[in-house]
């Protein structure tokens, strides 16, 4: 009956399998640059070092010496370990990660399934991931795992809620769930009447954006928040008895979600695919020009890297907190905050709509 | 075709792109097994706990405080997704919306008070 489906709308079926084609593309590539420019050699220039330097020009081929390698390694399953929940950890971390992509727009057209609710489905299946790392940590049977397991669920469950509630301030502005629609509001808006720039929330919700880096930082358990991946207390935690590929997928799965995340920061507050209004005026097209399919994307690569340089800038700069600090900082502060901020947000739209 | 059905189809993507992240770790970690080596010793497959022998077992209890915190967040989850639909149609509410939407807020803000004041929020 499937199969029946298929031949009998060819075109859906030609263009889905496109898009999947391209969202390999959206997970993986824009990883592997980030992993290259910035844990690679942006992170060696801040230490005074050179970073990799023999595989290919300046060291360009060293992340697929990566892959060759963590192929080739033994794949080790703990003697004690629950073998099916512990093989498929690292699918469920990926798979939140490719779920999260889906509802990213990089054009007027160029969007893998236009959701009426996307903001709201992008929140959800963020924190899929938890689920991931709770089996990962749970599975291994061994201490630091499940110690590391379970600071990263409440971690994850901490700041899941300053995540959410920042996005709000976004919404109560575009009064829309949809990301499109988001994006719209953005250029459609004036700044006090000039509508040159359009209107990237970031100029009105940056109370918001400062919210949502930290809380992203947080869930993607960088530094200053990895106390669930401490190297040096928990020898990398939910994932220390994994080794060869299957702890490359959680490397993956980490970096991926990072640029996903600075995708959707970057479409909620950056003003997303959109370049400012005044080129449109410049070009003489309009916003949804088609060739905007095209250039979306560099533009969105790139508001995508500015988003990662602070991600990773942060990383290596700040030392990491402890266990209760990060707790006291998401109910204590960030919570408060950013209910704050929803109330302001509220006041001001119907104050001046 | 009705609306519905393109409804349908728009989260039968969603579906398939969960599928994706499968046949992905997958086509890796099956390409890896043609290449990599088993030969897995006693002594490889003991946990690590830095190098010494493990004591006792993996499955350690863990403490309440875990529990607190889970419970908090179902809460605060849950109205979460309350604020989400007024958020939207702030619009058309106005102000009676927005005076509705901070008494409740408000009441949000009186229970995380409260959790604080009876010093749950402190992680021991």
Redesign the interface.
């Given at each position: 009956m499937m199969l029946a489906w298929i031949w009998s709308d060819w075109p859906w079926t030609l263009d889905t399998v496109v898009r999947l084609i391209f969202a390999i593309v959206v997970v993986l590539l824009p990883a592997g640059v980030t992993v290259y420019l910035y844990l690679f050699k942006m992170v060696s220039f801040m230490q005074s070092r050179l970073g990799p330097m023999e595989a290919g020009p300046y060291g360009s081929m060293q992340l697929l010496a990566e892959v060759g390698k963590n192929l080739q390694k033994e794949d080790i399953f703990p003697a004690k370990a629950d073998r099916t929940i512990f093989a498929l950890a690292p699918y469920v971390v990926l798979m939140s990660t490719f779920l999260l992509a889906v509802v990213i727009p990089f054009g007027p057209q160029a969007t893998f399934v236009n959701l009426d609710t996307g903001v709201f489905f992008a929140l959800a299946v963020s924190s899929v991931s938890v689920v991931g790392v709770i089996m990962a940590g749970w599975a291994s049977a061994s201490k630091y795992s499940l110690l590391g397991g379970l600071r990263a669920a409440g971690q994850l469950i901490a700041y899941e809620l300053p995540l959410i509630l920042a996005v709000v301030g976004v919404v109560i502005q575009a009064g829309t769930l949809n990301l499109q629609g988001i994006v719209t509001a953005q250029t459609q808006g004036e700044i006090f009447g000039f509508g040159g720039l359009g209107h990237p929330f970031i100029l009105t919700q940056f109370i918001g954006f400062f919210i949502f880096l930290v809380a992203v930082q947080a869930e993607l358990t960088q530094v200053p928040f990895d106390m669930p991946i401490a190297e040096s207390e928990l020898v990398s935690g939910y994932m220390t008895e994994y080794s060869g590929f299957r702890f490359l997928m959680f490397f993956i799965a980490e970096f991926a979600t990072a640029n996903i995340f600075a995708f959707l920061g970057a479409t909620l507050f950056l003003g997303g695919w959109q370049v400012p209004p005044f080129v449109h005026d410049l070009l003489g097209v309009d916003a949804n020009w088609q060739y905007f399919n095209l250039i979306g994307p560099g533009v969105m690569l790139f508001k995508m890297l500015v988003l990662t340089f602070v991600v990773y800038w942060v990383r290596f700069t700040f030392p990491r907190f402890r266990e209760d600090q990060l707790q006291k900082f998401a109910w204590k502060f960030l919570i408060p905050l950013s209910l704050v901020n929803i109330a302001i947000t509220g006041v001001l739209k119907v104050a001046f709509s | 075709m009705s609306v519905y059905s393109d409804f349908l189809?728009?989260?039968l993507?969603?579906a398939?792109?969960?599928l994706?992240?499968?046949a992905?770790?997958?086509a890796?970690?099956g390409?890896?097994?043609l290449?990599?080596?088993?030969?897995?010793t006693?002594a490889?497959?003991?946990?690590?706990?830095?190098g010494v022998d493990?004591v006792g077992?993996?499955?350690?209890q863990?403490q309440i405080?875990?529990y607190i915190?889970?419970l908090?967040?179902v809460m605060?989850?849950v109205e979460?997704v309350f604020?989400?639909p007024w958020?939207?149609?702030?619009?058309q509410f106005?102000?009676f919306?927005?005076i509705e939407?901070?008494i409740f807020?408000f009441i949000?803000?009186l229970g995380?008070a409260y959790?604080?004041r009876k010093d749950v929020?402190?992680?021991?």
């Open positions: - | 189809r728009e989260y993507v969603v398939l792109f969960g994706l992240a499968f992905t770790v997958g890796f970690v390409l890896a097994s290449i990599r080596p088993d030969r897995p006693p490889k497959l003991e946990n690590y706990e830095s493990p077992d993996g499955w350690s863990s405080r875990y915190f889970a908090l967040f605060f989850d979460a604020i989400f958020a939207v149609g702030l619009d106005g102000w919306g927005l939407m901070v807020i949000l803000a995380l959790a604080w929020l402190r992680w021991v």
